[in-house]
């Protein structure tokens, strides 16, 4: 029993990396948006999983917020954002889709090797989740800077998230107060970026972020 | 008694991957004609156009060197044996020491490589197109391929396809997203290897994109025959390679009697149908890539191998 609880933890974790790959390996924008609600479907699976082998029943209250919130309402508004905004054709990144891969490899492979030096006296379950969950942060930041579309960066910073509530619930949990402000948050921040979103198209007409640096005159 | 007994499951295994392999290569056509509402040809017909294809004479291009003349032999040698080490019914072979995963993949690099030598002896434009770009595929392939190998090895304790294949029967294996990473890696890979539809389409000969068939367009007669029958190995190469990795039940172990070798034999044609079925549907239902668009492709096979090793090293050392 034991052994299998071990078991279904790391396949959740592992799939959350996997899915962090996938995301950086999508260049389109619905389909980023598949994945984007499927990162957050493992990232719910995984909390409520630990919720039932930690025997901590406030987790299953963070795994309903991240699935509600994350995998169906954040989704659904930039389904729309994409809609309104007509750009729903390929987008652009700055270094090709190998070198991503690589690097990506790269980070996931620092990230284990900080993590489990470290972690040396905790437990195997939270040792695994995480050095699982700073890989996916560390994911989540290169999706931010490799990509130019201001939507993508959006979705990276939201699975930055995921991989800081699998961190949590690793640690035995955070306060369920923490867990609904972070949420709360969260969803403001989707409606400041929501409209920020617009405000850049309306000036520059393109969601690509270079034209700002251009707007700043960092670029010729 | 015992070697004797081996070295028969042994003979058996090597006739039977022989002729089974036109067998598989029909079904698929099949059943993919059955997918386009087509009746396709019968089952046998690989099988005719082999004896077809012997009976004729080989026209040899003028400048053809004899390294042209042997490859065909060596890339059907060295596919052979790669397929007869495989375990399909039986893990107790007598060869079953030198069954090594590794081996396995330089056996296949050395026909390869002699294909493309191939390809690139007659001069001809298409054949150096069809080379490069089989080198390109292999130089991503191959070492996606060895990360598998690792991954399994790192698991299992040992490169040798019987020790594997009897550790994945086992109860220790667990529960391991690494092993469903390794097998859509093997997957993919084998679709690249075999010159399956997202890389290559095997249904045309008329198309600028085209990898193998490029290689092989100056064959004819016997040479082409023997290219065939290798090409139809391969794929049952392939699929015996992960049903002996991934789904190992019902194969047969030494000394366990006739009824075990049947029951290993019945199980080892049912994975092949439905392996050969998911491959019909998959190519049915997908698009072929853009040549350049392979690299990605691979790379995210040869990305899924090396996570697979990342993530069972996190939970090998935790």
Request: net charge neutral; with cysteine; charged share 10%.
């Amino acid at each position: 029993m034991d052994r299998l609880a071990l078991d279904v933890a790391h396949l959740f974790a592992g799939g959350l990396v996997l899915v962090s790959f996938m995301l950086l390996y999508q260049d389109r924008m619905f389909g980023l948006l598949n994945i984007f609600a499927l990162h957050a479907l493992v990232v719910s699976l995984s909390v409520a999983w630990q919720a039932y082998i930690q025997a901590a029943p406030h987790l299953y209250i963070t795994a309903g917020i991240a699935l509600v919130v994350k995998a169906i309402i954040i989704p659904v508004a930039l389904h729309r954002i994409i809609v309104r905004l007509g750009i729903h054709r390929t987008i652009e990144t700055v270094v090709g889709i190998g070198q991503t891969m690589l690097a990506g490899i790269g980070l996931v492979a620092l990230s284990i090797l900080v993590m489990l030096p470290i972690t040396a006296e905790a437990g195997t379950l939270a040792r695994e989740d995480l050095a699982f969950s700073l890989s996916v942060i560390l994911l989540g930041l290169l999706m931010m800077i490799s990509r130019r579309n201001a939507l993508s960066q959006i979705i990276g910073f939201m699975s930055i998230e995921n991989g800081l509530i699998l961190a949590a619930t690793a640690a035995k949990g955070m306060p369920l107060v923490v867990e609904i402000s972070v949420a709360f948050s969260i969803l403001v921040a989707l409606i400041v970026i929501g409209i920020f979103l617009f405000r850049i198209r309306e000036r520059f007409d393109t969601v690509d972020v270079h034209a700002l640096e251009r707007f700043r005159g960092e670029q010729p | 008694m015992a070697v004797i007994l081996d070295a028969l499951v042994q003979l058996a295994q090597l006739l039977l991957v022989l002729a089974l392999a036109p067998l598989l290569t029909g079904y698929v056509r099949k059943v993919k004609a059955h997918l386009l509402r087509r009746r396709g040809p019968p089952l046998v017909q690989p099988y005719r156009d082999l004896l077809k294809l012997i009976r004729k004479e080989v026209v040899l291009a003028e400048n053809a060197s004899w390294v042209f003349r042997i490859a065909p032999y060596l890339i059907f040698a060295t596919t052979l044996i790669a397929a007869a080490l495989v375990p399909t019914f039986a893990t107790g072979l007598v060869f079953s020491s030198a069954a090594d995963l590794i081996a396995i993949v330089a056996l296949l690099g050395s026909a390869r490589f002699a294909l493309a030598l191939a390809g690139l002896d007659i001069g001809t434009s298409f054949g150096g197109i069809g080379s490069s770009r089989e080198m390109m595929i292999a130089s991503l392939a191959e070492p996606a391929m060895l990360m598998i190998v690792f991954t399994l090895s790192l698991l299992a304790g040992s490169t040798q396809l019987s020790s594997v294949s009897t550790f994945m029967q086992g109860q220790e294996v667990g529960l391991r997203v690494s092993l469903a990473m390794s097998l859509v890696a093997l997957i993919m890979v084998a679709l690249a290897e075999n010159a399956r539809i997202p890389v290559d389409n095997p249904a045309t000969h008329l198309e600028l994109t085209m990898i193998h068939e490029a290689m092989i367009l100056e064959y004819s007669g016997r040479h082409l025959a023997v290219i065939e029958a290798a090409a139809s190995l391969k794929l049952l190469l392939y699929l015996s390679l992960i049903a002996c990795m991934f789904l190992p039940w019902g194969v047969a172990t030494t000394g366990q009697g006739f009824a075990a070798y049947a029951i290993g034999l019945g199980t080892y044609l049912v994975k092949l149908a439905a392996a050969g079925f998911l491959l019909a549907v998959f190519e049915t239902v997908t698009a072929k890539m853009r040549v350049f668009r392979v690299s990605d492709f691979l790379g995210a096979a040869l990305m899924l191998g090396l996570l697979a090793a990342l993530l069972l090293f996190v939970s090998q050392s935790a």
